[in-house]
């Protein structure tokens, strides 16, 4: 939906005529830099050396479970104690806290899905300089150095990472008061009655050039060096009109680092919710020449990465891989993977601000059904509820809701209503005033309310890190609470950066109070609380029963687990349409799956070249939804003459068509952590001609999805990896050698996707109305083989939408093979439901013939209805 | 044998109990004749017949599942018996929406659909039959407007003569006047060099006698160039210095005189120059001979009132011809306004009507402008007449209004009024479905016509 805009009185008006008349640009003077946040300046300041650390070796302590160790600060004498930690699955853990900090520091609650399971330690060797810890399997190794203090991971001879080794660690100790701590940006002082409290630390990747993840920044997916420029910068914002190309913070914040390298792939989860800068910098160094262990030195590329948090303590997971896929299954190890969506959320969206009355939902439904393309949700912004008191309805626009959600239900469509965390101040609204009666509310630093502007005015802003305020909150989507909802109503959570029109930054003050802590210390989480609350709720109207479906602006570590996220408020421009590609693929490599970017532009309004190019790029994203700002001309599919209106519904189909797949790679991220949209260099590590690639992208393993997103293209060039592995144009069944650069000739109806050769994929070609419509139809398996003639794949099937598929575990989950002129359907160890029963055993337990068509000129096998069940074990002969 | 690469296999996760001739119009029944195999209807394969509705689609032109989904951009035909029959695309059959009102599309869902097209029809017809009321109703109204309109359009041509007539009779008026006005002002203009003629040939002996004359005509004397006011070149030619009769006075001292302006007008003379001539001190009019100017002043003074009487009925006169051409023009405007193929849109001119929408109150006047109004009271204008902007078949069933105010970040405001048949006229909605895009509905009983009867009279079937 929405940034920061207008409605806010004429002065704000004023600013913002000003503002957009100049450039469609972010005004940057309304957030910080580095110099202007003064803990980066400060830690910038200090230069890469001798670090003051020293590591106290007889303070040493080797439990089970853990090591521990105290550090002390040469110059002012204050101990910090390293805690340290071996987890299962190849991971190391490192806490850096003050030994005796003068009340506590925050440390992330509800981020981790449990207390990581540990293995031991051992020490292998001590002398007076440092030690020697064994890391358990793959002779790994760690070193303690302990002046100046250093950590070093080895595995082998080879070095995998090293912390401090530039001796940037440093943390700002809790103090008593010895001046003004006051900070001053634009027209907002921060109290700061901490004083000073940020935290440094600084890693060393020898041997990599290639390092990814720290959403959400508008910018390519291979991190760039950040010397002589601002770090990338993680703080929840609501940015009006962003800019692309630069590290400037937005709405969401997920502190992890993916490092790659064709030997290895490994991570870094800086566990810290505060306001967060990173530094990239690459060099080639000497390496070694500090450590006994490398004979020799030897030149190696290297990247050197430091983070800079203002409050909370240091706790870094390093997830040493070694491959992508391992990395992927450590985090979500960690902090959960993907929520897996209700079906229909994996549909089309339809989106606007606003709709604005019921009879515009009907007549937009109805021109669904008219021009006959599928759609499954739509959408409602703000303007639906009664004055942005979220929870309620506009008694003139939207006066029977429940008869409307029966409309759509009535064709099995669904839609979405807008839910905000600012809550209007006004004493007649009942969502107000119990939070308020409750005490529910998130206070200023003098103890009171804290009150911002926002889309109702004055407004107050739950406190939802008290789990109270989330029981609460999620109460409230009962259906005897919501008024006007129906099961087929779901939830959007805007604005929960938190979105403060009159804050700094356009956010919350940092010395707001969350019970014990500041707003500065949690900031980054706010947003994932909101929507967990939120999704808790929509799992409790059903009565634990249904999948619930919320979509999220903000973000932080472990928010995969709540439902979807998009890219904000982009612009109609080809720009922003390149770039939803590496913005979503950097989010699927730390967990989020479920992404994607208002189809169209959500600012100015794009020519339909534009919109059509959107739309079959979105088709093969994640999160397909077209959203539209206020202010824009409608721009449902039909509005652009026929043959475009045709052009976007035979995009739409093809998504629709694939929903089947896009279910079961939604499944398996479910279960396994496994990114749905992948950058290439995931599934070819050896390859460095992917590594840096972003204008194209895998669907799982199988598909490669290279949108046109140049204005007037005539063609594309497509790499396909993969020496000695063959790509099929899903179009045209044309075989194409993967391991090259192709040209591919393009019209406006082209979407360059291939399946590669050894693939089943299923889909379900009767496209209908709604994604629930195609409930009972058929499945299509296309079998692309590869040159060695042989196939594999995998088949999901479940209800669409309840957690029947984990309580009582009914699906099918089939395991697809042709080998040996032979196509069969294994299970692999699913249960045979009841849902399923009713299905009818064409070819039960019978050998039957079976038709089929054979297109010489593309080796295309076609075998009429085999009619075979789903559910059951089959094989189908080629003689 | 050929290597396939690519093999497509249909997994049936349901199954279909095919009945034949499901899905086909009478027209088309003729093509499915039970037979030993089929031909697609496009001629483009043979199959058996008993892979006509088999739920697989065989045919490209989708001929061969007409009673089944399995065909992309196929469609399905309800019979609806009762009601209309129609299409429907085939993706709809089985999907557990009841589409058909004979419930023919959903024989193999879940979802029990009840025949409705009895209702329907009934209902339908009960409402053809009502519109046809309301269209033979607006139809008469119409014709009367169109009459109305007839005779507003002979008033309006008639009120064009007239407004006509009376420009000629003030063009007529208008001439005789100029020439008049010119005749008196010659007239002031000859007296007067009459006047300077004479006192050039007599003496000077005037201080008293100028203490007798009227500022008035002393000031006239003196605006030798007549354009209402003394400059200071114009004293230095008539006056002279009382001491010294040749002395040509300074610029200085002229200026001096005129209270220190380089003009004056009438009234500022009589507080300065004025008083000097009279008191004759300093100055005094060349050449003045007394005796001629008491003589002569009547004859000129009223000649200048003569002449500025016929200058204001000049006036008068002009300005009423102004007034009635302006008439002229708005009226031509007016009538140059398409009303339509027989003027029925005519008895909207003038006309304003007005509709509150929650807070707002609209207001269309046809060929004229739509208005917004806040309950704040605040106006907006959504549009000033453009066209008429209908489909080229017909081109007077929408209205476009263009031009309003402008949008924030946005074009300007314009609105689309479909009008509609009825048998009253009245503004019926007004909707903003796009920002500053605004689309109202008007209904009117000249909007109705004919062929509506035929579209009803078919739908009745």
Redesign the interface.
């Known amino acids: 939906m929405a940034a920061f805009i207008v409605r806010m009185g004429p002065v704000l008006m004023l600013w913002l005529a000003v503002c957009v008349s100049g450039s469609w640009a972010v005004d940057r003077g309304n957030f910080k830099t580095c110099d202007q946040s003064t803990f980066c300046k400060r830690q910038r300041a200090l230069k890469p050396g001798q670090s003051p650390y020293r590591a106290l070796l007889e303070t040493l302590e080797l439990t089970n479970t853990k090591l521990t160790l105290q550090l002390i600060n040469d110059n002012n004498k204050v101990r910090l104690l390293l805690e340290l930690y071996r987890l299962q699955g190849n991971m190391t853990r490192v806490k850096i806290n003050e030994l005796k900090p003068l009340k506590p520091r925050f440390e992330v609650p509800d981020v981790l899905i449990n207390d990581p399971p540990t293995e031991p330690l051992s020490l292998l060797s001590q002398d007076e300089n440092g030690m020697v810890l064994s890391l358990g399997a793959d002779s790994q190794r760690l070193i303690v150095s302990a002046k100046p203090f250093r950590l070093d991971i080895m595995e082998g001879r080879e070095v995998l990472l090293s912390l401090n080794s530039r001796g940037l660690l440093a943390f700002e100790h809790l103090r008593i008061q010895d001046g003004m701590w006051e900070e001053t940006f634009k027209s907002h002082t921060d109290s700061k009655p901490n004083g000073p409290t940020s935290i440094s630390l600084d890693f060393s990747l020898p041997g990599v050039e290639h390092v990814y993840g720290i959403p959400e920044h508008a910018d390519t997916l291979k991190l760039k060096t950040t010397d002589g420029g601002e770090p990338y910068r993680l703080y929840n914002l609501d940015v009006f009109q962003y800019e692309l190309f630069n590290p400037m913070a937005l709405y969401g914040a997920i502190p992890v680092m993916l490092s790659h390298s064709p030997q290895r792939t490994m991570g870094l989860f800086w566990l810290n919710a505060a306001e967060t800068w990173v530094d990239i910098s690459s060099n080639t160094t000497v390496f070694g020449q500090m450590l006994d262990y490398v004979q020799g030195s030897s030149e190696t590329p290297q990247t050197d990465v430091r983070w800079i948090s203002e409050s909370g303590i240091i706790d870094v997971f390093i997830m040493l891989g070694p491959t992508p896929t391992d990395v992927f299954a450590q985090y979500a190890s960690l902090t959960g993977t993907q929520a897996f969506p209700p079906l229909a959320a994996l549909a089309y969206h339809q989106c606007r601000w606003n709709y604005n009355d019921q009879e515009d939902v009907a007549a937009v439904d109805q021109g669904f059904d008219q021009h006959d393309i599928p759609y499954d949700f739509i959408w409602l912004d703000i303007e639906h509820a009664d004055g942005k008191r979220y929870f309620t309805w506009d008694p003139h626009k939207f006066p029977q809701p429940k008869e409307m959600l029966q409309g759509l239900e009535d064709k099995r469509r669904k839609m979405v209503a807008i839910v905000d965390p600012h809550i209007k101040v006004d004493n007649s609204y009942k969502i107000h005033s119990e939070i308020r009666s409750r005490g529910f509310y998130i206070k200023n630093k003098d103890g009171g309310d804290y009150e911002g502007w926002c889309w109702p005015g004055n407004s107050g802003y739950p406190d939802f890190t008290n789990p109270e305020m989330r029981a609460w909150w999620a109460s409230m989507f009962a259906y005897d609470q919501y008024e006007g909802s129906r099961e087929n109503l779901y939830t959007w959570n805007d604005m929960n950066e938190p979105s403060v029109f009159n804050g700094p930054e356009v956010t919350m003050h940092k010395d707001a109070v969350h019970g014990n802590w500041e707003h500065r210390d949690l900031h980054n989480i706010y947003g994932l609380y909101v929507q967990m609350a939120t999704a808790e709720g929509l799992i409790q109207r059903s009565g634990g029963v249904e999948r619930p479906f919320v979509l999220t602006r903000a973000f932080f570590a472990g928010s995969q687990r709540y439902g979807a996220v998009w890219t904000g408020d982009n612009a109609a421009e080809w720009d922003h349409l390149k770039i939803t590609i590496p913005m979503c693929l950097s989010l699927g490599l730390v967990g989020v799956s479920f992404c994607g970017a208002d189809v169209g532009g959500f600012f100015k309004s794009p020519s339909p070249e534009l919109l059509v190019r959107w739309y079959q790029t979105g088709a093969y994203q994640p999160f397909f939804r077209a959203h539209a700002h206020l202010d824009t001309p409608r721009r449902e599919p039909w509005l652009f003459g026929p043959e475009n209106t045709a052009l976007i519904r035979e995009a739409v189909r093809q998504r629709y068509a694939l929903l089947p797949y896009w279910y079961q790679l939604f499944y398996h991220a479910h279960r396994t952590g496994q990114p749905v949209m992948r950058a290439l260099w995931v599934e070819y590590p050896q390859d460095t001609a992917t590594f840096s690639m972003d204008d194209q992208f895998l669907l799982g393993r199988d598909l490669l999805v290279h949108p046109v997103t140049e204005e007037g293209a005539r063609g594309v060039t497509a790499y396909l990896p993969g020496n000695g592995e063959v790509w099929f144009d899903v179009h045209t069944f044309q075989k194409h050698n993967g391991g090259q650069n192709l040209y591919i000739p393009v019209t406006m109806s082209s979407i360059p996707v291939f399946q590669r050769g050894g693939s089943i994929i299923p889909r379900k070609v009767r496209v209908r109305r709604s994604s629930s419509c195609m409930e009972h139809d058929p499945y299509t398996l296309y079998v692309a083989l590869s040159p060695k003639r042989f196939a594999q794949g995998e088949l999901y099937i479940d209800d669409g939408h309840t957690f029947s598929y984990e309580k009582q575990k009914e699906f099918i989950y089939r395991r697809l093979a042709f080998a040996n002129n032979t196509l069969s359907s294994r299970s692999v160890g699913s249960v045979w439901i009841q849902t399923f029963l009713m299905l009818c055993l064409s070819v039960d337990g019978k050998e039957s013939q079976l038709e089929f068509d054979f297109d010489a000129s593309m080796s295309v096998l076609t075998l009429r209805k085999p009619g075979v069940n789903a559910g059951v074990d089959w094989t189908v002969v080629l003689q | 044998m050929?290597?396939?690469?690519?093999?497509?296999?249909?997994?049936?996760?349901?199954?279909v109990d095919s009945q034949k001739i499901r899905g086909i119009s009478l027209s088309y029944k003729r093509f499915y004749r039970e037979r030993k195999s089929f031909l697609c209807i496009d001629g483009s394969k043979l199959i058996p017949f008993d892979q006509v509705n088999?739920?697989?689609c065989?045919c490209a032109d989708g001929s061969d599942e007409p009673g089944t989904?399995?065909c992309?951009d196929g469609r399905f035909y309800c019979t609806n018996l009762g009601y209309r029959p129609h299409y429907i695309?085939s993706?709809?059959v089985?999907?557990?929406?009841c589409d058909c009102c004979d419930a023919s599309d959903e024989y193999n869902?879940h979802t029990a659909c009840q025949n409705t097209c009895r209702n329907l029809g009934q209902r339908e017809r009960a409402e053809v039959k009502s519109q046809m009321r309301a269209l033979d109703q607006g139809l008469r109204l119409k014709q009367q407007l169109i009459e109305e309109g007839v005779l507003t359009w002979r008033d309006k041509q008639a009120q064009l003569r007239d407004l006509q007539r009376v420009l000629d009779d003030l063009q007529t008026q208008l001439d005789d006047l100029r020439k008049e006005d010119a005749r008196r002002k010659k007239e002031v203009d000859a007296l007067r060099e009459l006047e300077i003629g004479a006192l050039e040939t007599e003496e000077n002996s005037h201080r008293s006698h100028i203490m007798n004359e009227s500022p008035v005509s002393i000031f006239y004397e003196l605006d030798s160039n007549r354009d209402g006011r003394l400059s200071a070149k114009e004293v230095r030619a008539k006056l002279t210095d009382i001491q010294d009769g040749e002395r040509v006075l300074s610029e200085d001292e002229a200026v001096a005189l005129l209270g220190g302006g380089h003009h004056v007008d009438l009234s500022r003379f009589e507080e300065t120059l004025w008083n000097s001539i009279r008191i004759g001190h300093n100055v005094t009019i060349r050449g003045r001979v007394p005796g001629r100017l008491v003589k002569g002043e009547p004859v000129l003074k009223a000649a200048v009132s003569a002449a500025e009487k016929a200058a204001a009925e000049l006036k008068k006169v002009e300005d009423a011809y102004e007034t009635v051409y302006m008439e002229i023009r708005d009226l031509r405007e007016k009538l140059a306004t398409d009303y339509g193929p027989e003027r029925e849109f005519l008895f909207l001119y003038n006309q304003c009507f007005q509709l509150k929408v929650?807070e707002y109150f609209y207001e269309l006047c046809p060929f004229n402008q739509v208005t917004q109004t806040s309950a704040s009271g605040a106006e907006v204008s959504l549009g000033k007449w453009g066209s008429w902007a209908g489909s080229p078949q017909h081109r007077y069933s929408q209205m476009k209004y263009e031009n309003g105010e402008p949008?924030?970040?946005?074009p300007t405001r314009n609105t689309v009024v479909t009008l509609t048949c009825g048998t009253e006229t009245a503004l019926r909605s007004v909707?903003?479905?796009?920002?500053c895009?605004y689309v109202a509905e008007f209904q009117t009983p000249v909007a109705c016509r004919p062929a509506l009867r035929q579209q009803g009279v078919h739908s009745e079937l």
């Open positions: 050929h290597c396939p690469i690519l093999i497509a296999v249909v997994i049936w996760s349901s199954c088999d739920d697989y065989d989904a399995a992309p695309p993706s709809r089985n999907d557990a929406i869902s929650h949008c924030w970040q946005g909707k903003e479905p796009g920002k895009q």
